[in-house]
C-alpha cells in the first residue's frame, strides 16, 4: 500500500471524513501518466470539486481557469485582454458582488502572501491516488478542522492561523505555501455553492511535510473530557 493511500485512509477510520482528501501539486513538466484536464474552462473551485465525483487525477494549466484562482494557486494569470479585465471587474465589484470597489479589492490583496515563482501545470487529485502532493485539503465539520489544529499545535507549539473574508482559493493556497503550515477557512459564497458545501462544513489546508505529524498524533489529543 502507498504511503497516501495509508494516510488517507488512516485519517478517514480515525476521523469519519465523508470527502475524499485532496491533493495539490504544481510542477513545471508535463506530468507523466496523469491525465489532462483538457481545453475545457471553469471557475477553480469547479474543477478542483470534480476529485468528489469520482474523477481520477487530472492537471491543469491556467488557461482552464476562469477566475483569479490560477493565481493564488501558484500557477500565475493567463494574458488577458482590457475587455477581458473589465468584464472580470464587473463580475467581482459592486453590490451583491465579492468586494465594495477596488480599492477594498486591492487593500484584500495587500493582506494575502503572494507566490513569487509560478509555474506551468498542477496536478488535482484524490490523496490517495497521488505521489507525495505539496499540499492537501479536508473538508469536514468544524469539530473535525479544530481537531486537526489541536493535533498541529499538540505537537508543534505553534498555532494555527484562520483566515476569510475572501475566496477560498485565496484563504487557501498563498499562507501554505509560504510558511509550510496549516491553515483553515469558510470559503466564500461562490466557492461554497459550486463546491455544493453543507452549510456546517469547513476547509483545512495542510502542507503535506504535515501530514505524518497529523496522522501519527491524532491519538495523543484530549477528547475534551476534563472532568
Known sequence: MSKNKQYAEQLKEMEGYERNII?????????EHVEFYGDDISFYCAIVAEIWEGRKPFYITNKNILCGGAVYS?????????????????QT?????????????RRVNQQIPHHFVHHKYQIVGALEDMEDPDVVMI??????????CKVYTW???????????????????PLVYRTKTMTFNMGDPPSRRLMKL???????FIHYDLLPLIVENFKNISDGDVL
Request: charged share 25%; proline share 3%.
Open 155 to 173: 505537537k508543534t507549539g505553534e498555532l494555527a492561523h484562520g483566515l476569510s473574508g475572501t475566496a477560498w482559493c485565496t484563504n487557501s493556497f
Open 139 to 148: 473538508v469536514a465539520d468544524a469539530n473535525r478542522v479544530m481537531r486537526l
Open 93 to 105: 465589484i459592486g453590490e451583491n458582488r465579492a468586494y465594495a470597489t477596488r480599492e477594498v479589492m
Open 198 to 204: 453543507a452549510p456546517g462544513e469547513m476547509f483545512c
Open 74 to 90: 501558484g500557477l500565475g494569470v493567463k494574458r488577458m485582454t482590457k475587455e477581458d479585465f473589465d468584464l472580470g471587474m464587473s
Open 23 to 31: 491533493g495539490f501539486k504544481l510542477c513545471d513538466e508535463v506530468p
